[in-house]
């Protein structure tokens, strides 16, 4: 009955993610990231976040509540810094433009997937019942 297998498909979304690699939103997303890399500002703000988490991690170990909770603040307050830096906003940004087109194929996939499954077994797309379950119904008799 089946014309393609396992391989195949996955042949065809290698493809897919071929197409996806050359778009604008994944170039974008390139840039941004290399813009990112190359940022002094982010740079340092990123290495401070590293070390002040290597104290954390010591003040912890130590139970020393206090001093942690002093670092832990520090941490979020360069956090909030480096997500003000406009190019790491772009970043993001970049970010949810990637993820929402893989979102939209995978989604276009799986409702393309289901109606035809529904079509074929003479269901209900409207309803998203199959033929096989309309089937059943008539058999076992509705109340």
Same mark, same amino acid.
């Given at each position: 009955?089946?014309?393609?297998?396992?391989? =195949?498909?996955?042949?065809?979304?290698?493809?897919?993610?071929?197409?996806?690699?050359?778009?604008?939103?994944? =170039?974008?997303?390139?840039?941004?990231?290399?813009?990112?890399?190359?940022?002094?500002?982010?740079?340092?703000?990123?290495?401070?976040?590293?070390?002040?988490?290597?104290?954390?991690?010591?003040?912890?170990?130590?139970?020393?509540?206090?001093?942690?909770?002093?670092?832990?603040? !520090?941490?979020?307050?360069?956090?909030?810094?480096? =997500?003000?830096?406009?190019?790491?906003?772009?970043?993001?940004?970049?970010?949810?433009?990637?993820?929402?087109?893989?979102?939209?194929?995978?989604?276009?996939?799986?409702?393309?997937?289901? =109606?035809?499954?529904?079509?074929?077994?003479?269901?209900? !797309?409207?309803?998203?019942?199959?033929?096989?379950?309309?089937?059943?119904?008539?058999?076992?008799?509705?109340?």
């Amino acid at each position: 009955m089946g014309k393609y297998t396992k391989d =195949d498909i996955v042949q065809k979304a290698k493809e897919l993610a071929e197409m996806i690699a050359q778009t604008e939103e994944v =170039d974008f997303f390139k840039r941004a990231e290399a813009k990112i890399h190359e940022n002094q500002k982010v740079r340092e703000k990123i290495a401070s976040i590293k070390s002040l988490q290597k104290q954390a991690v010591n003040f912890q170990h130590y139970g020393k509540t206090e001093a942690l909770k002093q670092v832990e603040a !520090k941490i979020e307050a360069l956090e909030k810094e480096i =997500d003000e830096i406009p190019i790491v906003q772009e970043f993001k940004e970049s970010q949810y433009e990637v993820n929402e087109l893989l979102q939209m194929v995978s989604t276009t996939i799986a409702n393309t997937v289901t =109606d035809l499954i529904i079509e074929s077994t003479g269901g209900d !797309k409207l309803q998203g019942k199959t033929g096989a379950h309309l089937k059943y119904e008539a058999k076992g008799g509705c109340h």
